[in-house]
């Protein structure tokens, strides 16, 4: 069996979707989330410098886009259905389009929404994450605990691999959760370019703002189930995931779980498609069972393709 994985802010770089655009399936694709979004994705993917790049609605934008088109691209080539559907944190858009739970417009439309109010909300409460490696999540638990001091507060945003969690929130609590964490055996504890504490609760009237906005989409049942980060769990009611993708904005993307729960299921091989491996290398240090593949590029493809025995 094999699951289809949606990466997230992070893996966009510049000249992102190059090959795969050119493709048959892209153009049709790359047209309605254009219009849907108002801006050229096409452009927005292949000729932005990484600045404009780490924009977070440039970022998610881009990240969205070439994950749907390239799981179109890898469904055209005959591969076997995937069994689960995940996305780490705006890659569970590209999930829930990629499954059928979520149209590709209304998916488009969603993410712009989201990416608009992130950066907003990142400018109106200044945070910021930091990666904390070779610590276990109880003891960084306990440090963020220690380190919300003054108003602030500092949270484990991110579960990503063993060995490899995210925190996030208020910038000098997050900082004093580093400074805790290293104390306490941490390997690294570095902080990360991005603009907001994000999957924390200075998202909290972003999350809020996301709600008015999911609420006015249909979700319905997909091809197979997509697993949602804040719960590690596939989703069978598909009237949940307004609650869930708001709940997302604020809490911990549990990514380490997910995996895990999809590879018990009997999956034997991960597609990451998109962008990158980023997320093919955090399922390595998760399950070693299984393959992982990328996809974002033509070769990539090909190469995904040949390994599956699929009809290219």
Same mark, same amino acid.
């Given at each position: 069996?094999?699951?289809?994985?949606?990466?997230?802010?992070?893996?966009?770089?510049?000249?992102?979707?190059?090959?795969? %655009?050119?493709?048959?399936?892209?153009?049709?694709?790359?047209?309605?989330?254009?219009?849907?979004?108002?801006?050229?994705?096409?452009?927005?993917?292949?000729?932005?410098?990484?600045?404009?790049?780490?924009?977070?609605?440039?970022?998610?934008?881009? =990240? %969205?886009?070439?994950?749907?088109?390239?799981?179109?691209? =890898?469904? !055209?080539?005959?591969?076997?259905?995937?069994? %689960?559907?995940?996305?780490?944190?705006?890659?569970?858009?590209?999930?829930?389009?990629?499954?059928?739970?979520?149209?590709?417009?209304d998916g488009a439309r969603l993410v712009?929404?989201?990416?608009?109010?992130?950066?907003?909300?990142?400018?109106?409460?200044?945070?910021?994450?930091?990666?904390? #490696?070779?610590?276990?999540?109880?003891?960084?638990?306990?440090?963020?605990?220690?380190?919300?001091?003054?108003?602030?507060?500092a949270v484990v945003a991110n579960d990503?691999?063993?060995?490899?969690?995210?925190?996030?929130? !208020?910038?000098?609590?997050?900082?004093?959760?580093?400074?805790?964490?290293?104390?306490?055996?941490?390997?690294?504890?570095?902080?990360?370019?991005?603009?907001?504490?994000?999957?924390?609760? #200075?998202?909290?009237?972003?999350?809020?703002?996301?709600? !008015?906005?999911?609420?006015?989409?249909?979700?319905?049942?997909?091809?197979?189930?997509?697993?949602?980060?804040v719960t590690a769990a596939p989703v069978? !009611?598909?009237?949940?995931?307004?609650?869930?993708?708001?709940?997302?904005?604020?809490?911990?993307?549990?990514?380490?779980?997910?995996?895990?729960?999809?590879?018990?299921?009997?999956?034997?091989?991960?597609?990451?498609?998109?962008?990158?491996?980023?997320?093919?290398?955090?399922?390595?240090?998760?399950?070693?069972?299984?393959?992982?593949?990328?996809?974002?590029?033509?070769?990539? =493809?090909?190469?995904?393709?040949?390994?599956?025995?699929?009809?290219?």
């Amino acid at each position: 069996m094999v699951a289809a994985v949606f990466p997230g802010q992070g893996s966009q770089r510049p000249g992102m979707g190059a090959g795969l %655009f050119d493709l048959p399936a892209a153009a049709p694709l790359l047209a309605e989330i254009s219009a849907a979004a108002g801006l050229d994705v096409r452009r927005l993917c292949l000729q932005s410098d990484e600045d404009a790049l780490r924009q977070t609605q440039n970022a998610q934008m881009a =990240l %969205f886009a070439c994950g749907v088109v390239a799981f179109r691209c =890898l469904e !055209d080539s005959g591969v076997p259905k995937p069994a %689960f559907f995940a996305g780490h944190s705006v890659g569970e858009y590209a999930a829930l389009v990629a499954s059928g739970a979520l149209g590709v417009a209304d998916g488009a439309r969603l993410v712009a929404r989201r990416g608009e109010l992130m950066a907003s909300a990142g400018k109106s409460r200044p945070g910021g994450m930091a990666a904390v #490696l070779g610590l276990d999540g109880a003891s960084l638990e306990t440090a963020c605990r220690e380190a919300s001091t003054g108003g602030e507060v500092a949270v484990v945003a991110n579960d990503n691999c063993p060995g490899q969690l995210v925190i996030s929130g !208020d910038t000098g609590a997050v900082r004093r959760a580093c400074d805790l964490a290293t104390a306490r055996g941490a390997k690294r504890a570095m902080p990360l370019n991005v603009s907001g504490a994000f999957h924390s609760p #200075l998202m909290e009237e972003a999350a809020a703002a996301m709600f !008015d906005a999911l609420v006015r989409v249909t979700f319905k049942a997909g091809a197979a189930p997509v697993v949602s980060n804040v719960t590690a769990a596939p989703v069978d !009611d598909p009237s949940r995931w307004p609650e869930l993708l708001r709940d997302q904005l604020r809490s911990p993307v549990r990514w380490t779980e997910s995996v895990q729960r999809i590879a018990a299921a009997g999956v034997d091989a991960f597609l990451e498609c998109g962008a990158g491996e980023v997320l093919c290398g955090l399922i390595r240090r998760t399950t070693r069972e299984a393959r992982t593949l990328p996809i974002y590029d033509q070769p990539t =493809l090909e190469a995904a393709v040949a390994e599956l025995g699929a009809r290219v």
